[in-house]
């Protein structure tokens, strides 16, 4: 249980600048994911937080205390890797009682806490196998009950659902959500799985080269993004050009794009020479009459889903909006539509934040 | 039809041809063993094959004959302790060689299977001047020495090799489980290369109990290693008590290699 902080951490490799001033901090308890794609620096992150790799600049705080100087061994934190990387000349049983045995603690308090874990976890009646002889989705849950054994102060998750199935990652997401909830530890989750983000999180980094490009809740990432990166990772997406921003407020503008004016919230300190992007995620959009419209267009792609009709409409400027409508909405291809926003889930953002 | 014929008729002729050659290459490699196995167990006076006869006696004659049974303890001897240094030295060898990337990695690669590469002559006769040098030219300690040099090579590439399988992962993975380098070395790469291990050990054994050259010039005054005391025995005897010592060396390797099948199965060791 403890509170983490990272300051303005920096790891460099020969001629590659891996973290270029990470901050970051999680409060007890808090799960906090490291989303972005490959080669963006999370891993890199979470490696130095293990003390696998040691950054040439910044710091970790633990309860307030740099842990650089502590060596791996000594950390007393949990990892769990995408590989699962389980000793495979030991039984599951051994697997999660190394840690243990380690400490020297008597044989029945070891097998007492080994077979707690296991339920916890749902591995029971596994012990006495060999890791090559369960599946994925069971040797990832053998990693986390070997790592949450120990009672760590920190839990580090490399990418544990990678390399799983999607119904198996589905199953494992809930019970490492779970599981951290139910145990208050504070946890640091590398994924570049946006909505393996979304649903676990209480805090989100989106990672861009080496620096957080925004730290916030879910909610906040998906309908406050910062810039155009960050809302284009984390989901669904449209964005529009807009041809006159005007501030009337403290974070509020009125804009004029694809031949309307709009009122809306926005990225405060945008100025009118910022060059910005209207993002409008899918749900804020409707298909409706033509005449409550605030724009028309023509629809240039229908694709039946099933549980929605997925359409793509080209505004008459060029810009072109993605939408869920009703699965049986009567549109086709060709055919001019309407569409309303809605006002609040529409978000005025600079390209590239400043 | 004819699509199907021609294409059986492209394939057989080259699995006949492969089929055959591994026959060949078989009988190749064979036939020395059988004939000097067979030669072994003759009744005759020399060494001959097929043999006259079933006998055990020449078996009887070579442990008989004080000079080869020293050979056979001294090589015996020497192979062990070659086996048992070379293959600690060729674990923290391989460990090091891990740690080493980029260019470096390469040129410390060859630099420790440089004796397999530089001709064993050169390297007996740059040892013997050597070892002269620090006054223990002509020692059994001397000797042991070229032998470590010698079989290093083949416990290093073995044990390399098995250390390369070990994922990285897994050492993180212990650390951050709270073991300390030592730990972490005993209780999960140790097994893990074990294998490996054993094969260096046991090729390293075997190719020291091989070495005749390297014998020659270095072996102490009065003490011969078995390649040489039969090659004294052969220059001036042709019995074949010569035979009998030769196939109790080659149950010794298939010995070895049966104990690395029992201990890790040979599956694992390559």
């Known amino acids: 249980m403890a509170t983490v902080e990272v300051r303005d951490l920096r790891k460099r490799y020969q001629d590659f600048l891996a973290l270029d001033g990470v901050s970051l901090r999680a409060e007890t308890g808090q799960l906090v994911t490291l989303l972005g794609p490959s080669g963006c620096g999370k891993s890199t992150t979470l490696r130095c937080l293990a003390g696998f790799l040691e950054p040439n600049g910044g710091d970790i705080l633990v309860e307030g205390e740099s842990i650089l100087s502590t060596p791996a061994n000594r950390r007393g934190f949990g990892v769990v890797f995408q590989n699962y990387a389980l000793f495979p000349h030991m039984t599951v049983a051994e697997n999660i009682g190394y840690g243990l045995k380690l400490q020297k603690l008597p044989k029945g308090e070891i097998e007492t806490r080994v077979y707690d874990v296991m339920k916890l976890v749902r591995l029971d009646g596994l012990g006495d196998r060999l890791p090559r002889e369960i599946s994925g989705g069971q040797q990832q ?214 | 039809m004819s699509d199907a014929t021609s294409t059986f008729s492209y394939q057989r002729p080259v699995g006949l041809t492969f089929g055959v050659l591994i026959v060949v290459l078989y009988v190749f490699l064979m036939a020395p063993l059988v004939m000097i196995i067979g030669a072994s167990f003759t009744e005759s006076l020399m060494i001959e094959f097929p043999p006259k006869g079933l006998s055990m006696q020449w078996y009887v004659e070579f442990f008989n004959r004080q000079d080869l049974v020293d050979g056979l303890l001294m090589s015996l001897r020497i192979g062990a302790i070659t086996a048992i240094v070379t293959t600690a030295v060729a674990v923290m060898a391989a460990m090091a060689g891990q740690v080493i990337s980029g260019r470096l990695s390469g040129w410390f690669q060859l630099g420790m299977t440089l004796p397999l590469l530089v001709p064993e002559l050169l390297t007996a006769v740059g040892l013997l001047f050597f070892l002269y040098k ?124 049966a104990l690395v099948q029992k201990l890790v199965g040979l599956q694992r060791a390559f």
């Open chain 1, 141 to 354: 849950r053998v990693a986390l009950a070997r790592a949450l054994v120990l009672k760590p102060r920190l839990l580090l998750l490399d990418e544990p659902l990678a390399n799983l199935d999607a119904r198996l990652r589905d199953e494992v997401r809930w019970l490492i959500r779970d599981l951290q909830q139910q145990s208050g530890i504070t946890a640091f989750y590398v994924t570049h799985d946006q909505s393996e983000a979304m649903a676990m999180s209480d805090m989100v980094a989106v990672m861009k080269a080496g620096r957080v490009a925004q730290f916030a809740t879910p909610r906040e990432i998906y309908q406050k993004p910062v810039e155009r990166y960050v809302a284009d990772f984390t989901g669904e997406a449209n964005f529009l050009s807009c041809d006159e921003v005007a501030v009337t407020g403290e974070g509020r503008y009125s804009i004029a794009v694809a031949g309307t004016t709009l009122d809306l919230g926005g990225v405060a300190g945008i100025t009118s020479d910022t060059p910005v992007e209207l993002l409008l995620r899918p749900e804020a959009l409707r298909l409706t009459s033509v005449d409550e419209a605030t724009f028309r267009g023509t629809v240039t792609k229908s694709a039946f889903l099933g549980a929605a009709l997925h359409c793509e409409i080209t505004l008459p400027g060029g810009g072109v909006l993605k939408l869920s409508a009703e699965p049986n909405a009567n549109v086709r291809t060709g055919d001019e539509v309407g569409i309303a926003i809605d006002h609040s889930h529409a978000w005025l953002m600079p390209e590239v934040a400043p």
């Open chain 2, 134 to 257: 620090i006054e223990l030219g002509r020692t059994v300690i001397g000797l042991q020495m070229g032998h470590i040099l010698m079989s290093f090579p083949y416990a290093y590439v073995s044990i390399a090799a098995a250390l390369r399988q070990v994922p990285g992962s897994l050492e993180e993975a212990s650390a951050s489980l709270g073991a300390t380098g030592w730990q972490t070395f005993r209780l999960v790469i140790l097994p893990l290369i074990m294998p490996g291990l054993a094969m260096g050990a046991i090729f390293a054994f075997i190719n020291s109990f091989d070495l005749y050259t390297i014998s020659l010039l270095l072996k102490p005054l009065g003490g011969n290693t078995l390649p040489l005391a039969l090659f004294d025995f052969l220059t001036y005897e042709f019995k074949p008590t010569a035979a009998a010592a030769a196939t109790l060396s080659i149950l010794l390797s298939i010995g070895g290699v």
